[in-house]
């Protein structure tokens, strides 16, 4: 068990370009979970996906944030003309029906 | 607005004390309760959960006491050792199946 995968691992972007996250879960898991993660806000909740259908997506900034899942086996998080205030830990979590997140490693954005 | 809160951004306890994590939430929904563990460079873990149809719930060193009515839970660690130090961050959803609001984290050290 490979536990839940994100890529890339860093990134940095200049502002203005755009970004993309990716998330492979642990198979199995019916829910897929998208966090932000700074020092000043802690973890926010951003959006999430339930047997690949988007649930809830009321923590996602509106204008320049989306998340998809295509398939099962993974899904994206883009943000688009990205500001610095967009740098953070982006932090995936995948779960069976039981409450239990289980985290990936993260993706750590830095925007300039 | 936060919707659970942690008050003490840190905590030391003596080696062998007890550590008393404390969490408040705000929203009368929320049915499950939980507290999770995040070191340094790492992703949070879960600890222990509970539903709302109970008060207390033991895990070896672990306890978790829910008053509902005050919106309150705690987690409460005996015998604390060095290893405990870490961030401790309580978390609270409507459901198993809804998403988990975080609070912003307690950061504890267990000094000898």
């Known amino acids: 068990n490979a536990g839940v995968i994100q890529t890339p691992r860093h990134k940095v972007t200049g502002k203005g370009q755009e970004a993309t996250l990716w998330c492979e879960p642990i198979?199995?898991?019916?829910?897929v979970f998208w966090y932000r993660q700074t020092i000043v806000q802690g973890l926010e909740f951003l959006t999430y996906f339930r047997n690949q259908a988007p649930i809830d997506d009321s923590g996602m900034p509106k204008e320049r944030f989306s998340a998809q899942m295509p398939n099962q086996s993974h899904s994206t998080l883009k943000i688009q003309s990205t500001q610095p205030q967009d740098s953070a830990v982006y932090l995936c979590a995948s779960s069976p029906n039981t409450g239990q997140l289980y985290f990936g490693e993260g993706s750590k954005l830095t925007v300039l | 607005g936060q919707q659970v809160k942690q008050s003490s951004p840190s905590l030391t306890v003596q080696e062998g004390g007890i550590s008393i994590l404390n969490c408040d939430y705000e929203n009368d929904m929320f049915d499950y309760f939980a507290w999770y563990k995040k070191y340094p460079d790492n992703s949070p873990t879960l600890l222990i959960s509970v539903r709302s149809n109970v008060d207390k719930r033991e895990d070896g060193r672990l306890t978790v006491f829910l008053n509902k009515s005050g919106k309150h839970f705690s987690l409460h660690i005996t015998a604390s050792q060095p290893e405990d130090t870490a961030v401790y961050l309580c978390?609270?959803?409507?459901?198993?199946?809804?998403?988990?609001?975080f609070g912003q984290g307690t950061s504890l050290s267990v000094v000898p």
């Open positions: 198979s199995g898991h019916s829910a």
């Open positions: 978390a609270a959803a409507s459901s198993s199946f809804s998403k988990l609001v």
